[in-house]
C-alpha cells in the first residue's frame, strides 16, 4: 500500500512505514506544496502524512481517489482539514497529541521570560557592541514569579504550562469551555474562571485552545481593552485566536506590557509593524520543534497509518467514529 509524506519529517517515521512494507513516496523538498501539486502527488495513494500547512478538504480527497484510508496530521493541532468531510467519506484523520506537549509548554515560557525580561531587545542591544556598561535604569523588565497567569485553553499543553508556574509560586486562573475535574484543579493549582475574569485579572496570558469557529478571533479589541497595562500575552495556539490588527493597536498605544508570539494570522506573512515593534517577541511557529518531539511525532504519524492500514485501531485518531462504523 502507498503512503505519501507532503515534505521531509524525521527518518524515524519514515523507517517505520518501510518496516511495516509499505511503499512511501515524499515530496523531496523542504517546502509547502503548491495546490496543484499536493493533488496530483496524492493520487491513488492510500494514506497521505500531512503539514499544518496542508489544506485538506473535499477536493483533497477526490484528487486522492476513493482508496485512501487515512490522513494523518504531523501536528496535535488539525484546523486544515475538513473532518466533517473527512468522516463523511469515511477516511480517518489522526493528530499527534501528547509527545509534544511539553515541548510547546517549555516554548511558551521561553516567550514568556523573554517578553516579561525584554530578553530579545536585550540581546540585539549587547550584539550591536555599543554596551557601554552597567545601567541602573537599563532594560527594566517586569516579574514574572509571584504573578498570576491566565491559562486559555486547560487541555494537555495548557496544564504543562500551569504545571511549570508552581516554581515561579505563580496564582493559576484558567478559562476553558469545559471545567477540569476538581482533583486535576486542585493537583494543578488552577482556578476556574469565566474569560472576562481572566482577562482582568491575568498578569500572563497563555492562550492553548484549538481554533475552531468558537475561538476565532476570541482575543479581541475588547478583550484586550480589559487586560492591565503590564499585562503579556503569549499565543503558541493558532494566530487567529487573537484579531492580530487589534494586537498590534494595543503594542503599539502600549495599553499592555507586551507579547509573545509563535503564530499569527496568515502564516508565514507577519505584518511589518508586529516585526518592528520592540515590546513584541515573534517566532516562526517552532513550538514543537525539538530534536526528540519531531521524532516522536514522526513516529507516532507512521504508526497511526500503519494501524489503520492494517485494519486496527490507531493511537491517536481525530474521528474515532469512523472506526466503529464496522466493514462495507
Ligand atoms: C503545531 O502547531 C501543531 O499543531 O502541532
Ligand atoms: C494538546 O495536546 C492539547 O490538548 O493541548
Redesign the pocket.
Known amino acids: 500500500m502507498k503512503v505519501y509524506i507532503t515534505r521531509p519529517i524525521p527518518e524515524t517515521g519514515i523507517e517505520l512505514l518501510k518496516r511495516e512494507g509499505l511503499e512511501v513516496f515524499m515530496n523531496p523538498e523542504d517546502r509547502v506544496l503548491a495546490r496543484e501539486e499536493l493533488l496530483e502527488n496524492v493520487k491513488g495513494m492510500d494514506a497521505v502524512i500531512t503539514l499544518?500547512t496542508d489544506k485538506v478538504d473535499a477536493v483533497f480527497f477526490e484528487a486522492a481517489g476513493p482508496q485512501l484510508k487515512v490522513v494523518a496530521n504531523y501536528?496535535?493541532?488539525y484546523d486544515n482539514i475538513d473532518v466533517a468531510e473527512a468522516t463523511r467519506r469515511r477516511i480517518v484523520v489522526t493528530n499527534?497529541p501528547g509527545v509534544?506537549t511539553e515541548t510547546t509548554a517549555d516554548l511558551a515560557w521561553a516567550l514568556i521570560m523573554a517578553v516579561a525580561r525584554r530578553i530579545v531587545e536585550a540581546h540585539n542591544y549587547a550584539a550591536t557592541g555599543e554596551w557601554k556598561g552597567w545601567g541602573p535604569l537599563q532594560f527594566l523588565g517586569v516579574d514574572v514569579y509571584g504573578k498570576t497567569l491566565g491559562i486559555v485553553g486547560a487541555g494537555r499543553i495548557g496544564q504543562a504550562v500551569a504545571r511549570r508556574a508552581m516554581g515561579f509560586e505563580m496564582k493559576v486562573i484558567y478559562y476553558d469551555k469545559v471545567r477540569l475535574p476538581s482533583e486535576l484543579e486542585k493537583k494543578l493549582n488552577m482556578e476556574f474562571c469565566p474569560l472576562e475574569e481572566l482577562l482582568r485579572r491575568a498578569d500572563i496570558i497563555s492562550l492553548h485552545s484549538p481554533l475552531t469557529p468558537e475561538t476565532y478571533h476570541m482575543i479581541d479589541e475588547k478583550a484586550i481593552s480589559m487586560m492591565k497595562p503590564t499585562a503579556i500575552i503569549i499565543n503558541t495556539a493558532r494566530g487567529p485566536v487573537i484579531d492580530e490588527e487589534a494586537l498590534i493597536r494595543a503594542l503599539r498605544e502600549k495599553r499592555i506590557w507586551g507579547a509573545g508570539l509563535d503564530?499569527f494570522e496568515k502564516e508565514p506573512y507577519i505584518p511589518e509593524e508586529l516585526r518592528k515593534l520592540t515590546n513584541v517577541v515573534i517566532l516562526p511557529?517552532i513550538?514543537?520543534a525539538s530534536h526528540e518531539t519531531r521524532n516522536a511525532m514522526s513516529e507516532l504519524a507512521a504508526r497511526n497509518v500503519v494501524a489503520v492500514l492494517k485494519g486496527h485501531t490507531p493511537p491517536t485518531p481525530v474521528n474515532p467514529e469512523v472506526l466503529q462504523q464496522g466493514g462495507d
Open positions: 499544518l501536528a496535535v493541532g499527534t509534544l503564530v511557529h513550538g514543537s
